[in-house]
């Protein structure tokens, strides 16, 4: 994907089906942008397209939600909590790796030195457009 590219709320769930169904264990995706730009819904679309057994939920509060998924373990952890990245040494990342899981981080950079080495990197923020995002892969 070079460059941004401007979504719709259909388009942004598409891609994430889509990116859902090619991915191979393991895999560690980071989810960056501004609060509100579609982090968590990319996520819950590359759920879907894993066929994890259940809907995905936002994980801020619990920041680690497990989902079972025909490619194994899949791990959502949400950063945005973390105060500084040593908060993030007690989130198992190091038993995700174990695992081979697929690992999908939202706000990586707040659990740098403890979050596993990224994969894939993806951007989103707000667009003009108030009915579209931008999407990244850095």
């Given at each position: 994907?070079?460059?941004?590219?401007?979504?719709?709320?259909?388009?942004?769930?598409?891609?994430?089906?889509?990116?859902?169904?090619?991915?191979?264990?393991?895999?560690?995706?980071?989810?960056?942008?501004?609060?509100?730009?579609?982090?968590?819904?990319?996520?819950?679309?590359?759920?879907?397209?894993?066929?994890?057994?259940?809907?995905?939920?936002s994980?801020?509060?619990?920041?680690?939600?497990?989902?079972?998924?025909?490619?194994?373990?899949?791990?959502?952890?949400?950063?945005?909590?973390?105060?500084?990245?040593?908060?993030?040494?007690?989130?198992?990342?190091?038993e995700?790796?174990?695992?081979?899981?697929?690992?999908?981080?939202?706000?990586?950079?707040?659990?740098?030195?403890?979050?596993?080495?990224?994969?894939?990197?993806?951007?989103?923020?707000?667009?003009?457009?108030?009915?579209?995002?931008?999407?990244?892969?850095?």
């Amino acid at each position: 994907m070079p460059g941004a590219v401007r979504l719709t709320a259909d388009e942004l769930n598409r891609f994430g089906e889509e990116l859902g169904r090619t991915l191979q264990a393991p895999a560690v995706l980071g989810f960056s942008g501004e609060l509100g730009a579609g982090k968590t819904t990319l996520v819950q679309a590359i759920c879907r397209g894993l066929k994890a057994e259940s809907p995905a939920t936002s994980p801020t509060y619990a920041l680690v939600h497990r989902y079972l998924a025909p490619a194994g373990p899949v791990y959502h952890v949400d950063g945005y909590r973390l105060k500084a990245p040593a908060d993030a040494r007690d989130l198992g990342f190091e038993e995700m790796e174990r695992e081979g899981a697929i690992v999908l981080i939202e706000w990586p950079e707040r659990a740098l030195g403890w979050a596993p080495a990224l994969d894939r990197h993806f951007h989103l923020a707000h667009d003009a457009d108030p009915d579209r995002r931008s999407l990244e892969e850095e």
